[in-house]
């Protein structure tokens, strides 16, 4: 047995698919990222109203201001609210973007929604990013389709919580509920 325990390969040639989740050159602009830019496709990640959040690591001294969700093969129809907010590992909220209101949100689209207040990270772990978006018909967005946590332990790659939202992300992500579908999310 080894330091690594029982495997014998290259960690760096195993792990190199996960490249496309990072910054390919740490001199060209900083970001997190949920999920790789690999087999992503339209997902129908939202519920008008309903919050949805996944995790997303970042590391002690990240400051972070926008939360960037890309729209897929649907535009968002008569938006009437829209928040992104970025959570504590615990669930509770430490920044929110204001309310959206009216804003459109075109298909195929980048949708880069700046915070409040930046939230520079003392801790490396685990972090929320949601978002809840009001509207006559939600968009898509980019994408995967993740299982159902089945180890003791194990976390929810997408989770919904709330009702009937509007501008004002809660305090706390209350009761989540899985969600197979999980949103790509860029943190800057």
Do not use: C
Request: charged content about 10%; aromatic content about 6%.
């Amino acid at each position: 047995m080894t330091l690594l325990g029982t495997f014998r390969g290259n960690p760096r040639n195993d792990l190199g698919y996960l490249n496309t989740v990072g910054r390919p050159d740490p001199d060209v602009v900083f970001h997190r990222a949920n999920l790789p830019r690999v087999g992503l496709d339209d997902v129908a990640a939202l519920t008008s109203g309903v919050m949805t959040s996944v995790p997303i690591y970042l590391a002690d001294g990240d400051t972070i201001s926008n939360l960037t969700f890309i729209s897929a093969g649907t535009a968002a129809g008569t938006p009437t609210n829209a928040f992104v907010a970025l959570y504590s590992g615990a669930g509770a909220l430490l920044a929110q973007s204001a309310d959206q209101l009216t804003a459109a949100w075109a298909a195929d689209t980048a949708k880069t929604i700046a915070l409040a207040s930046s939230v520079k990270i003392s801790r490396s772990g685990i972090y929320y990013a949601a978002i809840s978006v009001t509207a006559s018909t939600v968009p898509t967005l980019v994408g995967t389709v993740g299982a159902k946590p089945v180890l003791t332990g194990e976390g929810n790659l997408a989770q919904t919580s709330g009702s009937s939202l509007t501008g004002t992300a809660p305090a706390t992500i209350a009761t989540p509920a899985f969600k197979r579908t999980v949103p790509l999310v860029l943190a800057t």
